[in-house]
């Protein structure tokens, strides 16, 4: 399995005390969808922008496509980018955003642009100003993907959009990668969205990696785990709490384990995605809770 | 890239030379009837009858037109330092479409280069074109008013507005790039091109060539005898008509003896008791007014400068320090030149603060 | 030509999905033996979901022998279901009812026969895993 992105120890700070990122070290496989997924101010902007180039490293290293993240052209050839809120010329038209795209880049299928606005029932003559969110979107996205790159990272692309125009990104989108094989790395917040198109996942919480794994792997090896209330707590030895919530009566886990559990005091149930996400993004007061909740967790 | 930074600046662009045309037109239609009032009316006038009636007369017309052309060259480069030169990156770094444009494969160096570029050939032209027009319509006027050389006019005329223009543009660019918002960019622009512009008038233009010396035997149709501001009275320089100084640009105009003292007003006192007591000076033609002679002193008072100046004139005599008429277009050059090489610099600079990533 | 569709609440992973809706339409006789299954494309440009996961459903349903990949064609049904399960399910319905009376003689309410069920299920399920 080849490597699209590879991160060690990157870390990006701002000023002189707000790391936006820190100790980042990832291994983002290639032929894969891969959501990144955070709260706000999390990191996730900065780790696509500095996986493109837009921003420089404070410390580590990052690696796209077996090259340093640059303005070479033929490292930009290679590597699509969508940023947050799609930022497009407004007083350009369509069909100019289409011939600077053919003009700055090499490899740049103009048919299949032309094609895919058509698709969308854009006027090619409006001004970009004047499309709706949507319809930007896809202008931003046919952009990205008119010129064939082997990469493409989105950053919240379908954030402010309607249902309808998100549903139709995520289409366009998931019929490029089974066209060309397109790598693509989709930051959201949307877990949803996230389930339906990825099968890698990249959580990031105040500004660090706190999860990264195939989704299926994950979530096969993720259980919850419900019972009476207890305050210590015997797992297998290779069980690792990540969440837990108490009430007088009742104890809920969270936990990450590669072996079944099958002891019978517990009711195992498996974990959907969300809930998983949700109790990684918030591994740092999960912390702070089992301290201050008393849970001991025996090997 | 080049079709992009043509694309981006065009809107702007033909505005503003459709403005430039529409000046175009005013000019063309009056320019004609400036050179032929001028013609008609001036040019004969020393044969036909007053000249100083003809030629106030003359400077009057299209009064409004040379009003606005005034303002209009003052302060289009600037406009164009402000208006082309600031949002040329800083507006991207606003909008954000500079990560539309740094996705796409070209380098960085590539994209503010080529912006740059298109944008000063585009402000050079702008700038050459209107210089062009207005030296041209303003030609006759230029000839009965100020000298052309003369500071105030010097920036308005020839291609000197192409050099500031050019300057006014990288100077916004280049700070556009820095602070990264337009309309900070542009306040700041305004402020660095007017300070640089009253430096070099004022302490540079006049040293780039030495000046020449001319010396002047005193003479009573030439200097007169005032005081300036509050001063003692004492014989002044005045403005010699020699050929050599026609149109030229003149620093100082001092009485000096043979070893570079200056006259002193207690010396002329003592040399000249007739004109240093009061009344006969306000029947002496106003200082500098030389060459036009409105007025005409009384016999007495005539007689008195006479006298004073033929006494003086063995030890002291007028020196001017100046710059030729021939060397205008040298002046012109070189100023045109230092601004657009300073252009190229803060142009060079600003690629080279390119480089380093912004965060 | 069946159509897929995706419930994104019900837990269950999408390819399962998938299978699971192409052995009901078979069971249900909505798919027939040399029926084709929508591309890969299709599915993907209908749904919004990683293609991944669709290759991953019809791999399932060929491991299963219900259908086989034709290169550069599509993908075709093989095998229905019907018979097979029909006569399979008798016997078991019987016991199953049989059951049933038993749970609910002993006094079980519907929510209790059914997590009773699936707790069962899922211990077993996880011996067979083990």
């Known amino acids: 399995m080849s490597v699209a992105v590879t991160t060690d120890g990157l870390g990006k700070r701002y000023g002189r005390r707000r790391w936006a990122l820190s100790d980042c070290s990832l291994e983002v496989p290639s032929g894969h969808v891969v959501g990144l997924v955070g709260p706000n101010g999390a990191g996730k902007t900065t780790l696509l922008n500095l996986a493109v180039g837009l921003l420089s490293a404070t410390t580590g290293t990052i690696s796209v496509l077996g090259g340093n993240p640059s303005d070479r052209p033929e490292q930009l050839a290679r590597v699509g980018f969508v940023a947050q809120d799609t930022p497009t010329y407004s007083h350009l038209s369509v069909a100019d955003h289409l011939h600077l795209g053919a003009r700055l880049n090499p490899g740049w299928d103009a048919h299949w642009a032309a094609k895919r606005i058509a698709e969308t029932g854009v006027d090619p003559t409006q001004k970009a100003g004047q499309l709706s969110g949507g319809q930007r979107a896809q202008l931003a996205l046919t952009l990205a993907l008119a010129k064939r790159p082997e990469l493409l990272l989105l950053d919240e692309p379908v954030a402010g959009l309607d249902p309808l125009a998100r549903r139709e990104f995520l289409q366009t989108l998931m019929i490029a990668v089974a066209d060309d094989g397109v790598t693509v790395v989709l930051s959201s917040h949307l877990v949803a969205d996230l389930e339906r198109v990825s099968d890698y996942l990249i959580v990031l919480a105040a500004a660090h990696v706190e999860l990264a794994g195939e989704v299926e792997h994950l979530l096969a090896t993720h259980r919850r785990l419900v019972g009476p209330r207890r305050d210590s707590v015997s797992l297998p030895g290779d069980c690792r709490v990540i969440d837990a919530s108490h009430t007088d009566r009742q104890t809920t886990l969270l936990v990450r384990t590669d072996t079944p559990i099958h002891d019978p005091a517990w009711i195992v149930e498996d974990i959907d995605l969300e809930d998983l996400v949700l109790a990684y993004m918030g591994q740092t007061s999960n912390v702070e809770r089992n301290r201050r909740s008393g849970l001991r967790v025996q090997p | ?359 | 030509m069946i159509e897929f569709r995706l419930d994104s609440t019900s837990g269950v992973s999408p390819y399962l999905q998938l299978v699971h809706q192409v052995r009901q339409a078979l069971r249900l006789g909505m798919l027939e033996e040399g029926d084709q299954l929508p591309t890969v494309k299709e599915v993907v440009a209908r749904l919004a979901i990683n293609p991944n996961t669709v290759l991953k459903a019809y791999r399932e349903l060929e491991h299963e022998g219900l259908a086989s990949a034709r290169p550069g064609v599509g993908t075709f049904i093989t095998r229905t279901l019907s018979d097979a399960s029909l006569a399979a399910h008798g016997p078991l319905r019987r016991e199953m009812s049989r059951w049933l009376v038993k749970a609910r003689q002993a006094g079980l309410d519907d929510e209790s026969i059914e997590a009773l069920f699936r707790d069962t299920f899922r211990s077993a399920s996880a011996e067979d895993v083990a």
């Not at chain 2, 702007?12 to 009056?30: C, K, P, Q």
């Not at chain 2, 208006?83 to 800083?90: E, S």
């Not at chain 2, 308005?156 to 309309?183: C, K, Q, S, W």
């Open chain 2, 1 to 359: 890239m080049t079709w992009l930074a043509w694309r981006q600046l065009r809107p702007s662009a033909v505005a503003t030379f459709g403005a430039l045309l529409a000046l175009a037109v005013a000019l063309a239609v009056t320019g004609p009837q400036l050179v032929h009032v001028y013609d008609t009316t001036v040019k004969p006038c020393p044969s036909i009858g007053d000249c100083s009636d003809a030629i106030t007369a003359f400077g009057n017309k299209y009064n409004v037109l040379q009003q606005l052309l005034t303002i209009v060259m003052q302060v289009a480069p600037a406009l164009l330092g402000l208006f082309w030169g600031a949002p040329l990156v800083a507006r991207e770094l606003e909008t954000g479409t500079y990560k539309l444009a740094w996705t796409q494969s070209v380098t960085r160096t590539r994209w503010l280069a080529t912006k740059l570029a298109v944008t000063a050939l585009a402000t050079g032209a702008l700038a050459g074109l209107l210089s062009l027009a207005v030296t041209w319509w303003s030609a006759p006027l230029d000839k009965v008013g100020t000298n052309r050389f003369d500071g105030s006019v010097f920036g308005e005329r020839g291609i000197t507005p192409i050099g500031y223009a050019l300057f006014a543009f990288a100077v916004g660019a280049l700070l556009g790039l820095l602070i990264r918002r337009t309309l900070p960019a542009m306040a700041a622009t305004l402020v660095a091109f007017i300070a640089v512009r009253l430096v070099f008038s004022q302490l540079i233009r006049p040293h780039l060539m030495t000046p020449l010396r001319a010396t002047f035997t005193l003479l009573a149709t030439v200097n007169g005898y005032a005081s300036f501001n509050g001063s003692t009275s004492n014989l002044t320089a005045g403005s010699p008509s020699d050929a050599s100084l026609q149109n030229a640009w003149i620093y100082s105009a001092r009485i000096v003896d043979a070893a570079g003292r200056a006259l002193t007003p207690q010396a002329t006192a003592s040399a000249c008791p007739q004109l240093a007591n009061g009344g006969l000076r306000a029947q002496l033609p106003p200082a500098g007014s030389a060459g036009h002679v409105h007025a005409v002193p009384t016999q007495a008072a005539g007689q008195a400068l006479q006298q004073c100046v033929t006494k003086l004139s063995d030890s002291y005599h007028t020196i001017l320090s100046y710059q030729p008429a021939n060397r205008y277009w040298t002046f012109q050059a070189l100023e045109t030149a230092i601004f657009a090489a300073l252009a190229i610099c803060l142009a060079g600079v600003a690629l080279w603060n390119l480089r380093k990533h912004l965060s």
